[in-house]
Structures are given as structure tokens and as C-alpha cells.
């Protein structure tokens, strides 16, 4: 599985930003797709995350509510719909798979580039 993830950008707090993460290669209904952040300094952190195939969604309480996450079978991706972004929001965003197991927890076997967010107060 190979992950890229796009979409990223410079906007104003308050502002809306899409990234997508475009799948190649084979994902099974149980493969679970997560969003992950990294702002400077600090550690990688779960986000949001959805199961490919039933569509399960489990979110991080930081972004609840603000960001809804998607799958579109059409295109294979995973979409990440970012609204009332905060400062706090600012990192570089990745876009990650695994087979089964946990939907939040960080050991993902697949990893995408990361997509730089800023968010400016």
C-alpha cells in the first residue's frame, strides 16, 4: 500500500482545508485509514481515522466536531475536511494504513509524505 497525501496550505484561523490521501494498491474492508499530525517540537498525534470498509469513524476530542473524515470508494482516498482551523491546528498532517487493530493507536504499517498545514492567527 502507498499513501499520498495532498491538500495542505497556509490560511487564516477560521478558514477550511480538504487534504486527501490517494491509496495505491490493494485495501481490504478491514484496513483501518488514520490521520495523523506533527506539529514542531513535539510528538506524532492521532487525529482521525475511519475502517475502508464499514466506514467507522473515531476522532481525537482536539477536532471533534471541527473535522470529518471520509472515504470514496470512486477514487480511493481518504479525505480529511478541516473547518474552523485553529493556530493550534498548525503541523505537518500524514496519512496512514493498517490491516486491522486499533483505529487511534500510532503503530500504522503504511505511511504517506506529510502535508504541511499552517494556520495563521
Known amino acids: 500500500v502507498q499513501l499520498q497525501a495532498s491538500g495542505g496550505g497556509l490560511v487564516q484561523a477560521g478558514a477550511s482545508l480538504r487534504l486527501s490521501c490517494a491509496s495505491s494498491g490493494r485495501t481490504f474492508s478491514s484496513y483501518r485509514m488514520g490521520w495523523f499530525r506533527q506539529a514542531p517540537g513535539k510528538e506524532r498525534e492521532f487525529v482521525a481515522a475511519?475502517?475502508?470498509?464499514?466506514?467507522?469513524?473515531y476522532y481525537a476530542d482536539s477536532v471533534k466536531g471541527r473535522f470529518t473524515i471520509s472515504r470514496d470508494y470512486a477514487k480511493n482516498t481518504v479525505n480529511l475536511q478541516m473547518n474552523s482551523l485553529k493556530p493550534e491546528d498548525t503541523a505537518v498532517y500524514f496519512c496512514?494504513?493498517?490491516?486491522?487493530?486499533?483505529?487511534?493507536?500510532?503503530?500504522?504499517?503504511?505511511w504517506g509524505q506529510g502535508t504541511q498545514v499552517t494556520v495563521s492567527s
Open positions: 475511519i475502517t475502508w470498509g464499514g466506514g467507522i469513524t
Open positions: 496512514a494504513a493498517r490491516p486491522g487493530g486499533s483505529l487511534y493507536s500510532i503503530d500504522y504499517d503504511y
